[in-house]
C-alpha cells in the first residue's frame, strides 16, 4: 500500500499552461507540505497544512495555490507556468515525532 | 538567515571505507535535527533524528549523527559503508513548536563496490 501519492509522475507542459498536481496519503496524518527541488537538488518548502487549515506559505507566486479537500489530501494547481516552475515537487504527510513521509515527486518540465 | 549548508556535494568511496557527511546549520532558537536519505528509485526516508538528550544518536542501517551544539552540526557518519548506501542524504533542522523545516542541499554518495 502506498503511504504517500502523486499524480502524475510526469508533467510535460507549454509556458503560460495551468496544471495540477495531486497528492493523496493514508497515513492518518494531519499534516501535509509541498515541497519544491531544484535543479541543485536544493529542497524547499513551499506550503503546509493541517487538518486543512494553510499554517505555512513560504513566500511562493501567487500562481502557486494549494488547495485540500480534506485532510488526506493536498493538490497543488499552478497558473500560467513559466519556465522557472521546471521541478521536481514533493509531497509529504508528517507522522509520530516529526518524521516526514514523502511521495514519489512529480517531475515537471515547462517548455 | 535560517539554513542548513552541507559542505560535501558529491562523495566517492570504496566498500568498508568510513563516512563522515557534514551538516551545519543557521537558526535562531531551538532546532530539531534530521537526516534524510533518498536511494536511487526510492522515496526520500527519515535516516535518523535528533530531539534531545544523548546527542549521538543512531538510526536505520548502521548509521549515526552527533550533534554539536556548540558548532551548530549534525554530522553523519558511518564507520563502514556499503555498495548498497549510494544515496542522496539530506539534513534538515526544523525550529522547535514550528511547522517549517529547512533541508540542506543534499550530499550525493556514491560507494564503489
Known amino acids: 500500500d502506498t503511504a504517500v501519492s502523486q499524480t502524475p509522475k510526469y508533467l510535460v507542459t507549454q509556458m503560460g499552461n495551468d496544471k495540477s498536481i495531486k497528492c493523496e496519503q493514508n497515513l492518518g496524518h494531519d499534516t501535509m507540505y509541498w515541497y519544491k527541488q531544484d535543479s541543485k537538488k536544493f529542497l524547499k518548502i513551499m506550503f503546509s497544512?493541517?487538518?486543512?487549515?494553510?499554517?505555512i506559505n513560504e513566500t511562493v507566486p501567487n500562481r502557486f495555490s494549494p488547495k485540500s479537500p480534506d485532510k488526506a489530501h493536498l493538490n497543488l494547481h499552478i497558473n500560467s507556468l513559466e519556465l522557472g516552475d521546471s521541478a521536481v515537487y514533493f509531497c509529504?504527510?508528517?507522522?509520530?515525532?516529526?518524521?516526514?513521509?514523502f511521495g514519489p515527486g512529480t517531475r515537471l518540465l515547462v517548455l | 538567515a535560517q539554513s542548513v549548508s552541507q559542505h560535501n556535494h558529491h562523495v566517492i568511496l570504496s566498500e568498508a571505507a568510513s563516512l563522515e557527511l557534514g551538516c551545519n546549520y543557521s537558526?535562531?532558537?531551538?532546532?530539531?535535527l534530521f537526516w534524510y536519505v533518498q536511494y536511487p528509485g526510492q522515496h526520500l526516508q527519515l535516516l535518523l533524528k535528533?530531539?534531545?538528550?544523548?546527542?549521538l544518536v543512531k538510526g536505520i542501517k548502521g548509521f549515526e549523527a552527533e550533534f554539536i551544539k556548540s558548532k551548530f552540526s549534525f554530522n553523519l557518519r558511518k564507520p563502514s559503508v556499503q555498495w548498497s548506501d549510494t544515496a542522496e542524504y539530506f539534513c534538515a533542522v526544523r525550529g522547535s513548536g514550528t511547522y517549517k523545516y529547512i533541508f540542506g542541499t543534499g550530499t550525493r554518495l556514491k560507494v564503489l563496490a
Open positions: 535528533y530531539f534531545s538528550g544523548d546527542p
Open positions: 509529504a504527510s508528517e507522522g509520530e515525532g516529526e518524521t516526514q513521509y
Open positions: 537558526y535562531g532558537g531551538t532546532v530539531n
Open positions: 497544512y493541517n487538518n486543512k487549515e494553510l499554517i
